[in-house]
T-cell receptor
Framework: DQQVKQNSPSLSVQEGRISILNCDYT??????FLWYKKYPAEGPTFLIS?????DKNEDGRFTVFLNKSAKHLSLHIVPSQPGDSAVYFC????????????FGTGTSLTVIP | DSGVTQTPKHLITATGQRVTLRCSPR?????VYWYQQSLDQGLQFLIQ???????AKGNILERFSAQQFPDLHSELNLSSLELGDSALYFC?????????????FGPGTRLTVL
């Protein structure tokens, strides 16, 4: 049962525009969310995280928004750059659920120069 | 470079065989996680170790086992291999293995079962 879902397998955006990647979750116990970025032939690398006590966290061009009532989070990249082309995974965890991280299936972002 | 190393990078073997994947965590990290990524799938959590002890178990098959050694490196053993075990296997490490710790991933081992 996939508790974290990324329903868009791919997304294409023009350079300089905003990229919005979405993630939905089903378990209301999740209280910590992360985004990872993965280039081909490499392991995922941590990008940004958010705790459930916040609804927004910003780091440079990357902002994550959390809507707990909708069980939805999104990653905004502004402005998008060709180097942002990668697969993006969202993940969720909760202390009450043990130490397991639950990952989505990923969204492949292509930023067109 | 995350500081996490995994060997081998690629592994090709036949059904029914047994293989061992190796992971060395970042210096100072006590916890190691193993993940499986099959085609078009997300990262499926397999198992976590902390300082040599098993801490959490995910969807790990009984044919698979793992351990973490005193020097903190970890091995994932896959036996009686089936075609469906072909996947990318990632190891990740974190300092204390808590749900709010960022995990640092290795480059993965690509296993192909023929």
């Amino acid at each position: 049962d996939q508790q974290v879902k990324q329903n868009s397998p791919s997304l294409s955006v023009q350079e300089g525009r905003i990229s919005i990647l979405n993630c939905d979750y089903t378990n209301s116990m999740f209280d910590y969310f992360l985004w990872y970025k993965k280039y081909p032939a490499e392991g995922p690398t941590f990008l940004i995280s958010i705790s459930s006590i916040k609804d927004k966290n910003e780091d440079g061009r990357f902002t994550v928004f959390l809507n707990k009532s909708a069980k939805h989070l999104s990653l905004h990249i502004v402005p998008s750059q060709p180097g942002d082309s990668a697969v993006y995974f969202c993940a969720a965890s909760a202390l009450t659920l043990g130490n397991q991280f639950y990952f989505g299936t990923g969204t492949s972002l292509t930023v067109i120069p | 470079d995350s500081g996490v190393t995994q060997t081998p990078k690629h592994l090709i073997t036949a059904t029914g065989q047994r293989v061992t994947l190796r992971c060395s965590p970042r210096s100072g990290d006590l916890s190691v996680y193993w993940y499986q990524q099959s085609l078009d799938q997300g990262l499926q959590f397999l198992i976590q170790y902390y300082n040599g002890e098993e801490r959490a178990k995910g969807n790990i098959l009984e044919r698979f086992s793992a351990q973490q050694f005193p020097d903190l490196h970890s091995e994932l053993n896959l036996s009686s291999l089936e075609l469906g075990d072909s996947a990318l296997y990632f190891c990740a490490s974190s300092p204390m293995g808590l749900p709010y710790n960022e995990q640092f991933f290795g480059p993965g081992t690509r296993l192909t079962v023929l």
